[in-house]
């Protein structure tokens, strides 16, 4: 696999020239500036490749190329967003960037309610903590249908949390769900997020997964006509917050998207930690049933911490060789596909990967990384990773670089 990294542009605090020390083949970014529903014309995508090539890296991946919440709904400007969407395609296909990831989560992007909780080896890790999530959803939020979604034991306990919550707490714990993640599509005020949430009214998750295949029907031919390939990323949680429909959550929503538009280009980034958070993911399964459509990878890990609600747990990211998900078999996989595309004759039989989050270790430590993106927790994580691909590639009777 391709060892990529990402990189949230000329704002990063990590350089690109840095991490050729890291061993990173490819890079792995997006015009964050540019909204969802703009069009990205040809002169941003180049700006962007001059920077990425000054450092001799290319554009391996875009991460993302957001939709619009127009398209998720259907609402108003709908058909604007797709065609600017289209233009975006067009235009990053005459730059030569091939692969592109994007989503279908309502309102919020991944969400997690603490950026840096204190690990027991000493570093920090992202956080995802039920009560405190139930804290923003009723009392900071004050959503009134919220009072349904959660167990009676987490009602009492975000209740009394909230009472005992500083006013900064408040505020952080605010921020982290709603505009506190890098490469999140938007970032949102509480009013925001309200006003939001109406436009949902009625949307079932099957009117949400039709509404992710008419807009998949429109673009993803355009995608195979450019020779582009298309990746949605799970949802992350896998599971429904704020009372919203989730669609992209496992390996059977993946197959009836993929089957609904059935085109090379209609692909799937396979996340092993955001399908890893539910307790019944299977990775090495997953790359056997769909492996030809993968076409991009992160790899990263998740310990899951069981609370009152099965269907809802908590979790923190953990290192990428310690969590829940089998990462070796997943690799070893993936491994086997790519050999299988490439006597395949298949001229993308190499598939992108990056080492996704990491821990905050040693210098990483002290709130000056960019939370979930810390250089030497993906360092390790890259390094873990690269020896099951070493030994991966060995046993296949491949010859080692």
């Given at each position: 696999m ?15 020239s840095d ?12 015009l964050h500036n540019i909204p969802?529903g703009e069009?990205w014309?040809?002169?941003?995508i180049?700006e ?6 000054a ?6 991946v875009?991460?993302?190329?957001p939709?619009?919440?127009?398209i ?11 065609a600017?969407y289209?233009?975006?395609?067009y235009?990053?296909?005459?730059q030569?960037?091939?692969?592109v990831?994007?989503?279908f989560?309502p309102i919020?992007?991944?969400t997690?309610?603490s950026l840096?909780?204190?690990q ?5 890790a992202m956080?995802f903590?039920l009560?405190?999530f139930?804290?923003f959803?009723?009392h900071?939020l004050?959503?009134?249908?919220g009072v349904?979604d959660?167990?009676?034991d987490?009602?009492?306990?975000a209740q ?7 006013d900064?707490?408040k505020?952080?714990l605010?921020?982290?769900i709603?505009?506190?993640l890098?490469?999140?599509?938007d970032?949102w005020s ?7 949430l109406?436009t949902?009214?009625g949307i079932?998750?099957k009117r949400l997964?039709?509404n992710?295949?008419d807009?998949l ?6 995608a195979?006509?450019l020779?582009l390939r298309?990746?949605c990323?799970?949802?992350?949680p896998?599971f ?5 429909p989730?669609v992209?959550?496992n390996?059977?929503?993946?197959a009836a ?5 059935n085109l ?7 996340c092993t930690?955001s ?8 990775g090495?399964?997953?790359?056997r049933r769909?492996?030809p ?8 890990n998740?310990t ?5 609600d ?7 990211e953990?290192?990428?060789l310690?969590?829940?998900t089998?990462m ?7 491994l086997a ?8 004759g ?7 990967m990056r080492?996704?989050h990491?821990?905050e270790l040693?210098?990483d430590?002290g709130g000056h990384s960019?939370?979930?993106?810390p250089?030497?927790?993906r ?12 030994a ?8 080692l670089?």
């Amino acid at each position: 696999m391709k060892q990529c990294w990402r990189w949230f542009g000329p704002e990063d605090p990590i350089g690109l020239s840095d991490l050729h020390q890291v061993g990173v083949e490819g890079i792995v970014t997006a015009l964050h500036n540019i909204p969802p529903g703009e069009t990205w014309d040809r002169e941003a995508i180049s700006e962007r490749q001059s920077v990425l090539h000054a450092d001799g890296y290319a554009w391996d991946v875009v991460e993302s190329l957001p939709v619009s919440e127009a398209i998720k709904t259907q609402t108003k400007r709908m058909a604007d967003h797709i065609a600017a969407y289209k233009a975006s395609l067009y235009a990053l296909a005459a730059q030569d960037v091939k692969v592109v990831c994007y989503n279908f989560m309502p309102i919020l992007d991944w969400t997690r309610t603490s950026l840096r909780a204190k690990q027991a080896h000493g570093g920090a890790a992202m956080l995802f903590d039920l009560v405190d999530f139930a804290v923003f959803d009723l009392h900071i939020l004050e959503r009134a249908a919220g009072v349904d979604d959660y167990p009676v034991d987490v009602l009492d306990a975000a209740q009394e949390r909230f009472y005992e919550m500083s006013d900064s707490a408040k505020k952080t714990l605010q921020n982290n769900i709603t505009a506190g993640l890098p490469g999140a599509n938007d970032s949102w005020s509480v009013e925001d997020v309200r006003s939001l949430l109406e436009t949902y009214t009625g949307i079932t998750p099957k009117r949400l997964r039709t509404n992710l295949i008419d807009f998949l029907s429109e673009v993803a031919p355009v995608a195979q006509s450019l020779g582009l390939r298309l990746c949605c990323h799970p949802d992350d949680p896998p599971f429904s917050l704020l009372g919203l429909p989730r669609v992209m959550s496992n390996s059977d929503d993946y197959a009836a998207v993929l089957a609904a538009v059935n085109l090379p280009a209609n692909g799937a980034t396979l996340c092993t930690g955001s399908l890893g958070v539910a307790e019944n993911f299977d990775g090495p399964a997953f790359v056997r049933r769909h492996g030809p459509r993968i076409h991009f990878a992160h790899l990263r890990n998740t310990t899951r911490i069981m609370g009152s609600d099965p269907n809802k747990p908590n979790f923190f990211e953990a290192a990428h060789l310690d969590g829940d998900t089998d990462m070796v078999g997943t690799v070893l996989a993936l491994l086997a596909e790519q050999k299988r595309r490439k006597a395949d004759g298949r001229i993308d039989w190499e598939i992108p990967m990056r080492p996704d989050h990491g821990q905050e270790l040693l210098n990483d430590l002290g709130g000056h990384s960019t939370p979930g993106y810390p250089l030497i927790g993906r360092m390790r994580g890259l390094a873990e990773l690269r020896g099951i691909m070493a030994a991966g590639t060995y046993n296949q009777g491949a010859n080692l670089k």
